[in-house]
């Protein structure tokens, strides 16, 4: 029987929006992160959905 070394991954990949638009808003996250940890116990609601980046 042959030993296979497997290793993680050093870092996770970034969240990518589950559909491709142009003019996503994936860039904005640094900058809301803030807000958020802020407002953690409450509800994202992001109406037009776009490529659910953000809310993701």
Known sequence: MA???VSAP???APLRPP???AGG???L???LRP?????SRRRLV???CGGLAVAL
């Open 10 to 12: 050093a870092e996770p």
């Open 35 to 39: 807000l958020w940890e802020r407002h």
């Open 3 to 5: 030993l296979e070394t």
């Open 19 to 21: 559909l491709k638009w």
């Open 46 to 48: 992001e109406p037009l």
């Open 25 to 27: 808003k994936r860039w």
């Open 29 to 31: 996250v640094p900058y």
